[in-house]
Structure formats: C-alpha cells, structure tokens
C-alpha cells in the first residue's frame, strides 16, 4: 500500500514539475515571438524552424551577435551572410 502510494506521489509530481516547465517555456517562446515579430514585423523562416523550446535561446544568441554591443562589426556580419548565403546550393 506504502508503495503504491509513494508511486501516485512520484507521478504527481513529475506530472506538476512537468506542467510548470511547459509554461515557463511557454512564456518564453511567447515572450520571444512577440520580440521577432516587433522587430521584424512578422516572424522569419529561419526562426519559425526552431522547436518552441529552443527559440527563446536562439532569439537571445541572435539578438547578442547582432546588437551594436556585437564584437563582430556590422559591415562584416553582412558580407559573412552573403559568403554562406552564396555556398548554400538552393534556388
């Protein structure tokens, strides 16, 4: 009896703990789209294909490296971008 109950506990539990992340990465992706589309007027491909929980970190790591506080100038942001861009072999 011990036992079964000690099951229930351990399964409401994992089921809560589970219940809460969801909605902290929920608030965080919605916290994230709502960024992208202020900045870009609509969300981008290149982050529409990010799973829900990753986009929050990769709007964070792309908002680092393309701020002015970036290390990487602008001028060779952009001429990087067209270097991949120009060996990406699609139409």
């Not at 539990?13 to 990465?25: K, Y």
């Not at 393309?66 to 952009?78: D, L, Q, T, V, W």
Request: with cysteine; glycine share 6%; aromatic share 8%.
């Amino acid at each position: 009896m011990k036992q079964s109950i000690r099951l229930v506990l351990v399964t409401m539990l994992l089921i809560l703990g589970g219940m809460s992340l969801s909605a902290q990465t929920n608030s965080a992706y919605q916290k994230a789209i709502k960024e992208i589309e202020e900045q870009f007027g609509t969300v981008p491909v290149m982050f529409k294909v990010f799973p829900d929980y990753a986009l929050p970190g990769a709007w964070e790591n792309f908002k680092a490296l393309s701020g002015p506080e970036s290390k990487i100038p602008a001028k060779y942001r952009e001429l990087l971008q067209l270097a991949v861009a120009a060996q990406i072999p699609c139409q």
